[in-house]
């Protein structure tokens, strides 16, 4: 584990998993195969998570994306994308989860959205938003969701289509305690 370069690791079910915070060029083919690997994206909603690590790419932190990559022996296998919604003061989007389908249902999701909020926490804490879809193919997701804290907050009929509403989920995650000046180490004189 070493902060400073935003490396983490953790056992998410017994799998050694590496986090890390500043994604590169090579991560571009490795998330549109895991991306489009899930099953569940349309091929506009590949072309968006793709757009959104690009942006991130030529932009770093000013494109308001944030990301958190899982890896296991140097293989990603899964991501986060977060980032403030504009306009807003303490509110931010998870805009993307996906576990590549080979490490589904072994904690890796879990990991990672505690890794987000970890993030949030540390820019002051604040409110996640997920919004995802009602359909009955959604309904793990779902309950990922829910075990996960995130409590069903607004539900939007037909949103996205005729008999598949959006559904909104929030996580209220506090801040991280500062570090420094009391309980911190004393100064160098
Ligand atoms: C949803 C998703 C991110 C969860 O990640 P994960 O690593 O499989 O989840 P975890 O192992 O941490 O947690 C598993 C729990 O999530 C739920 N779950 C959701 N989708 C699942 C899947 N495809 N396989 C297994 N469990 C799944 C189960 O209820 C499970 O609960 P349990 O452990 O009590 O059985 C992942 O399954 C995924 O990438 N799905 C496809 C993409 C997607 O739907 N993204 C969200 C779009 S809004």
């Known amino acids: 584990m070493a902060a400073r ?4 690791s953790t056992r998410a079910r017994g799998a050694a998993l590496e986090f890390r915070r500043r994604p590169c060029a090579r991560d571009i083919p490795a998330l549109a195969r895991l991306v489009a690997a899930t099953g569940v994206f ?4 590949l072309a968006v998570a793709r757009e959104i690590l690009e942006e991130r ?3 770093g ?3 308001g994306y944030s ?3 899982a890896e296991r022996d140097g293989t990603l296998v899964g991501y986060t994308a977060w980032g403030p919604i504009p306009l807003t003061r303490g509110s931010y989007d998870l805009y993307w989860i ?3 389908p080979s490490a589904q249902g072994l904690g890796v999701g879990r990991a990672l959205l505690a890794e987000t909020e970890r ?5 002051g804490g604040g409110r996640i938003y997920i919004e995802t879809s009602g359909r009955p193919a959604y309904e793990r997701t779902r309950r990922f969701y829910l075990a996960a804290g995130y409590a069903e907050v607004a539900r939007l009929e037909d949103f996205y289509a005729v008999g598949d509403d959006k559904v909104i989920y929030r996580k209220v995650v506090p801040a ?10 004393a100064p160098a004189r």
């Open 42 to 45: 349309n091929p506009t909603e």
């Open 98 to 100: 996906a576990v590549d």
């Open 5 to 8: 370069t935003g490396r983490r």
């Open 57 to 59: 790419l030529a932009h």
């Open 119 to 123: 993030d949030v926490a540390r820019h």
């Open 61 to 63: 932190r000013s494109s």
């Open 176 to 185: 991280a305690p500062r570090r420094g000046k009391r309980g911190g180490r």
């Open 67 to 69: 990301f958190v990559l």
